[in-house]
């Protein structure tokens, strides 16, 4: 038993021992462990910077491409009332005014696209932010329902009142 004890012991200090010699070189493994730790929480915040500036600017294109979409409309709308005003007059016959009303139809189907693009821009916006457009209790049942909550939270976004809702989904 006595010697038991003094082997117990010998090995205790031979430990001690090495770890005394091997701290030094396992606090600078810790250390090193830290500086990739941060490098790769700068890294992850650079990236999700660069998905929000991409996104932005994917906005702001979409935002352009309406805008000057709407303006076609518009050009578009002008252009068919005079086809229509001409025809009723008998100076052009139905089909150049088919073929305005196929025009007037077809920039309105573009626009109506740019709007989508631009709506999805938008969402892409607050996805890339790591924002849930619905809320945690919504359940998915019927389209009504899922556009009245998302029109809702838009509105709740819009007045700055931006949370995080992927946290309140944790807790």
């Known amino acids: 038993m006595v010697n038991q004890s003094w082997i117990d012991a010998g090995v205790k200090v031979t430990w001690n021992l090495f770890n005394l010699f091997s701290g030094p070189a396992a606090y600078k493994v810790a250390q090193a462990g830290e ?21 932005r600017a994917n906005f702001n294109e979409a935002q352009r491409q309406y805008r000057t979409g709407k303006e076609l409309q518009k050009l578009d709308a002008a252009i068919l009332e005079q086809l229509n005003n001409r025809y009723k ?4 016959g139905e089909l150049q005014l088919i073929q305005g009303e196929l025009n007037a139809v077809n920039t309105s189907l573009r626009n109506d696209l740019a709007y989508a693009e631009l709506r999805n821009s938008w969402g892409q916006i607050f996805i890339t932010a790591g924002l849930d457009p619905l809320p945690p209790s919504q359940q998915v049942s019927d389209i009504p329902s899922v556009e009245r909550a998302l029109a809702q939270t838009e509105k709740h976004w819009e007045s700055g009142a931006v949370t995080d809702t992927t946290t309140e989904n944790t807790k």
């Open 35 to 55: 500086t990739v730790a941060e490098a790769r929480r700068q890294a992850m915040s650079m990236a999700v910077l660069a998905q929000l500036y991409v996104a």
């Open 89 to 92: 007059a008998g100076s052009i």
